[in-house]
Structure formats: structure tokens, C-alpha cells
């Protein structure tokens, strides 16, 4: 057992700790959340929750000798710096000193935010605090220059300080992604809390079209803002003579790959296709193609769902909640889209071409809803790091296909047409593309680990359903039992083998 509120700390402490961090990381966490925050490596994969209480321990120790040890390798130990002085019963001063240190180790805007969140001491402090955050300002750095912003828009979105916030927004002209961003966030804030005031900056101000514009993008999300505000902000976007795309592309160098990540989100999509060939090979219907290729189908969904989003959601949820209430939140969800696929179910007509239709309809329902949040993980996975981008693209392309197979065999056979197999097999596959649309355009800010969770237990649940419902009692109607038994194993298989790769 680790001691982590120690007297004094020495190096072979030091590398105790270091183990102790290694053994409770997670691989799954750590590919994620390493989508997350671009241009870091070094990761370990240890939860927030797990490494606040661990700062927590450390802060009530020798804090000076455990920082002269923090060589601020891995992304975790940035994090417990943070957590460590934030944390430590000191005088305000004293800890305006430990941040000062601090600064130059901020190097994402996950260390960054988190940080600011926990320096709780600023509300007694404002005077004291806000002259510190004037000197963030003046360093040639980017993210001390956000962590001023978020240190703001955390404790001085008030009366008395909002004229000097919007002085402060107006003079900062650092061309960087993630300081036009917290621009972007503190004037929401300040719109959602005083709306009269802010209007009046938002039309006159000195911000670029982008953060002036993005701003707006993001005060118009928050549930806060009434229909008719929310109407009148658009008046006030600006225009740039800049085509969108490339004035984005430009923001950043972590923007820099957002055409290549379209292409692999594209890629990745259309693989489903692949599944569509097998329609090619046979001319007349066959009931052993249809069972064995519904329960092929059948068995790549539930596996999927099990192996897969049931788990990466459990591990998402994991980290805002204590171990009982995250399985309770991943059941509702899990419910729910349990329900929604049986509204579907229910509300969807018969057609004329007959239950396969039906099904091969349902289904690509089911794989669109599955594909809009990988094209979306794509999308951010490349973003932030290419050869991540890549491997995930390769491991959706993979098992797209046999979910291709379940589009476009019913339909085929219920319709006798390739082209109307391929089109809706088609839809179904550039669905991911769509994902990847909705991420550069509304989520690569707003997404958080929270909502992909409660998003992936939910189609969890519509596949899980569909496969149980549909699929199965559909191929065991062939009586072609053995046959069905075989090809829903074989599709357990290779989604096994694929998640394992």
C-alpha cells in the first residue's frame, strides 16, 4: 500500500508513485481521452476521479519535496501538479507562487481547465486574484494566456467585473485555436448571465469574425437562452472574406489534418458497402444466404454492443460517477434505446415487399444511428492524432463490413434489386461522414465523455434489440437452425477477434 501523505518525498518515492499510477490506468480511457487532447503522448490512462483523490493525499504531505521530484513527463503528473497546489492549505499569496511555477507545464487545455476549476480561492480573493490573472496576460504563452480566461470566466463573470472582462477580450490578439476558444466561452458566459449587457459588446467589439462567431455558435446552445435571443444573435454574426473551411483549418496546428480526417471518417463509412458485394453472387433467392447472413448480422450486434459500446460507455460514465450509480445510468440508457428501437418497431409500416424489407429497413436505422458517433470519435480521434485516426478507421472499416451484409441481403431478397440494396447499404455508410460533420461544425468543443457514454449505452440498446427481435427469430424461421446457431457464432468471432486487434 502507497503512502501518499508523506513528511518529506525522495526519488525512490517518487518512482513508487509513478507505479502506482501505471498499475490504475486503463487502455480504453487512455485511447480516448487521448482523442481528446492533441499533441500529447505521453499518456498513462488514469481516471480523474482517481487522480483528484490521489492529489488530494499528496496535498496534505510535504508538497515542496513531492514537486521537486515531478519530472511533468506524462500528462497524469501535470495533472497532479495542479491538483496538488490547488489542494494544499496555504495562504493565497503562497499559492499564487505555486501557480506561477506552474504555468509553463500547462501545455492542454485539459490540464489547463481542470486546474482552474479547482482553485476555488479566487472567490475570496478577487482583487488579489484578478491582478494575477492581468499578468497571465503578458506572457508570450498560450495556454497561460487561457488559463487567465477560464480562471475568469470561472469566478468573475459579475457586475463589477464585467467591463473589465470585455476590455480584457478585446485586447488579446493571440492567433492561437485554444485561446480564440476560451474567448469564444467566457463571452457565452457572459451572455447567459447578463444578456443586456453583453448584446451591447457583441455588436460593437474588436474580436476576429471566428471567436466573435463562435461565441454566438455557442451562447445559441445553452438551454439558458430563450428562441427569441437566440433569433436575434444571428444578426449580429460577422462575415469574413475567408472560405470557412480554411479560416478553421488555420487556427491551429492541431487543426491542420481536418481534410485527412474527413477522408478516413469517409473510408471508414463506406467499407459498409464491402458488406453490400455479397448480393452479387447469387441471382435467385436462397434461404440459407438469408439466415446465415441475418444471423451473422445478428451475432456482429450483440457482440458489438457487449464488447464494445456497453463497456467504452461504462468506462465514459466511470468518470463523473462512483461504480453503482454508473452501471445504473448505463441501464437507462441502455433502456431507452431499447424503447426507441421498438418505436421504431412499431410506428415503421409494413411494406409491400414484406419482412425482409422490414428488417433490412430497421437495420440500416439501427447502423446509422451506430455510425453518426464513430465518424464522430473518428473525426476527433484524427484531428488531434493522426495515427490514432488511422488505427481507429481501419478497426470501424473492419466491422462495417458484416454490418454492410445485414442492409443489403433482406433487401435484396425482398426487393430483387442490387441497386435499392446498395443505396440504402450506401446511406447507411456515409452516415459516419455526416458524424465527422456534425463534430467540425458543432461537438469539438461541446462533446464531453458524459454524452458519448449515454449515446453509446442507448444504441447499444437499439442493436441489442434488433438483433433479438429481428434478426434472429427472422434467419430461425428458415428452419435452418443449425445453420443460424453457426453463423451467429462465427459473427461473435470475428467481432471479438476485430475488438481484440
Excluded at 326 to 354: N, R
Aim: hydrophobic residues 45%.
Amino acid at each position: 500500500m502507497i503512502t501518499l501523505n508523506r513528511k518529506t518525498w525522495t526519488k525512490e518515492n517518487y518512482q513508487e508513485l509513478l507505479q502506482y499510477l501505471k498499475e490504475n490506468a486503463d487502455d480504453k480511457y487512455k485511447t480516448f481521452h487521448k482523442s481528446l487532447v492533441p499533441d500529447i503522448e505521453a499518456f498513462l490512462g488514469c481516471r480523474v476521479p482517481f487522480l483528484k483523490k490521489t492529489g488530494k493525499e499528496i496535498a496534505k504531505g510535504d508538497i515542496d519535496s513531492y514537486l521537486l521530484y515531478n519530472c511533468h513527463h506524462y500528462y497524469e503528473e501535470n495533472m497532479l501538479h495542479g491538483i496538488v497546489i490547488s489542494s494544499v492549505k496555504t495562504d493565497f499569496n503562497s499559492r499564487l507562487e505555486y501557480i506561477r511555477v506552474f504555468i509553463p507545464y500547462i501545455n492542454n487545455w485539459a490540464v489547463c481547465d481542470s486546474f482552474c476549476a479547482n482553485c476555488k480561492d479566487f472567490k475570496n480573493n478577487l482583487d488579489s486574484g484578478f491582478n494575477f490573472i492581468q499578468e497571465l496576460l503578458l506572457i508570450d504563452n498560450p495556454y497561460a494566456i487561457r488559463v487567465a480566461l477560464v480562471l475568469l470566466l470561472d469566478y468573475y463573470v459579475t457586475p463589477f467585473y464585467l467591463s473589465k472582462i470585455f476590455k480584457i477580450l478585446n485586447q488579446i490578439q493571440f492567433d492561437h485555436y485554444y485561446v480564440k476558444m476560451a474567448q469564444a466561452w467566457l463571452l457565452s458566459i457572459c451572455y447567459i448571465k447578463y444578456p443586456e449587457e453583453t448584446l451591447i459588446f457583441i455588436k460593437q467589439n474588436k474580436l476576429d469574425p471566428w471567436t466573435h462567431n463562435k461565441a454566438i455558435s455557442k451562447i445559441r446552445e445553452s438551454y439558458r437562452v430563450s428562441k427569441e435571443q437566440k433569433q436575434e444573435l444571428l444578426k449580429y454574426k460577422k462575415k469574413s472574406m475567408s472560405l470557412f473551411l480554411f479560416s478553421y483549418i488555420n487556427l491551429g496546428d492541431s487543426m491542420n489534418n481536418v481534410l485527412f480526417a474527413f477522408i478516413c471518417s469517409t473510408l471508414a463509412g463506406l467499407s459498409t458497402l464491402l458488406g453490400g458485394i455479397i448480393i452479387f453472387f447469387n441471382k435467385k433467392e436462397n434461404q440459407k444466404i438469408i439466415a446465415t447472413a441475418l444471423a451473422f448480422a445478428a451475432g456482429v450486434m450483440i457482440t458489438v454492443s457487449i464488447t464494445d459500446l456497453i463497456p467504452e460507455s461504462f468506462h465514459l460514465l466511470s468518470e463523473y460517477f462512483y461504480v453503482f450509480p454508473t452501471f445504473i445510468i448505463l441501464a437507462i440508457f441502455v433502456v431507452i434505446g431499447i424503447i426507441f428501437s421498438m418505436l421504431i418497431d412499431y410506428y415503421l409500416p409494413e411494406q409491400q415487399e414484406g419482412k425482409l424489407y422490414r428488417i433490412g429497413i430497421v437495420s440500416m436505422l439501427a447502423i446509422i444511428a451506430h455510425n453518426i458517433p464513430e465518424g464522430i470519435a473518428t473525426f476527433l480521434s484524427t484531428t488531434s492524432n493522426t495515427n490514432l485516426g488511422i488505427t481507429l478507421s481501419l478497426a470501424i472499416a473492419l466491422h462495417n463490413i458484416p454490418e454492410g451484409i445485414s442492409i443489403s441481403v433482406p433487401i435484396y431478397y425482398a426487393t430483387k434489386s442490387r441497386g435499392r440494396a446498395l443505396k440504402y447499404t450506401f446511406i447507411s455508410g456515409i452516415s459516419e461522414l455526416f458524424g465527422a460533420i456534425i463534430a467540425f461544425i458543432f461537438l469539438k468543443d461541446i462533446m464531453n465523455n458524459f454524452i458519448m457514454g449515454c449515446l453509446l449505452a442507448s444504441i447499444a440498446g437499439i442493436m441489442m434489440h434488433i438483433a433479438s427481435y429481428e434478426l434472429l427469430p427472422t434467419s430461425l424461421r428458415y428452419k435452418y437452425k443449425k445453420i443460424t446457431l453457426i453463423f451467429f457464432i462465427l459473427g461473435s468471432i470475428i467481432m471479438i477477434i476485430n475488438h481484440m486487434l
